[in-house]
Nanobody, 121 residues
Framework: VQLQASGGGLVQAGDSLRLSCAASGRTYGMAWFRQAPGKEREFVARISWSGGTTIYADSVKGRFTISRDNAKNTVYLQMNSLKPEDTALYYC??????????????????WGQGTLVTVSS
């Protein structure tokens, strides 16, 4: 399965962006991670195959929304009220089965190439 992320860009604090990630095949859970310069990759959000279960990092809860369209094999990340500290390379990830540690990058089987989000103050 190949993942293609898009939608990043340069915005001002308080603005919104929507990221998309298209998968070439069927996946199970899908997630977004991000990595800021000089920092480790961190979990942002995850959605189950059905879309019925979502989890978020505390830092984005209430501002970001993850969703998916299984007919299009696509996952989205709607990001509102963006802050400069949201600046990072955003990666989508997918796994091929249930996971017990959704926050861990190691639990994911497939990764996209990343899309850059830059939030200016």
């Amino acid at each position: 399965v190949q993942l293609q992320a898009s939608g990043g860009g340069l915005v001002q604090a308080g603005d919104s962006l929507r990221l998309s990630c298209a998968a070439s095949g069927r996946t199970y859970g899908m997630a977004w991670f991000r990595q800021a310069p000089g920092k480790e990759r961190e979990f942002v959000a995850r959605i189950s195959w059905s879309g019925g279960t979502t989890i978020y990092a505390d830092s984005v809860k209430g501002r970001f929304t993850i969703s998916r369209d299984n007919a299009k094999n696509t996952v989205y990340l709607q990001m509102n009220s963006l802050k400069p500290e949201d600046t990072a390379l955003y990666y989508c990830a997918a796994d091929s089965g249930p996971t017990t540690k959704p926050h861990r990058p190691d639990d994911y089987d497939y990764w996209g190439q990343g899309t850059l989000v830059t939030v200016s103050s």
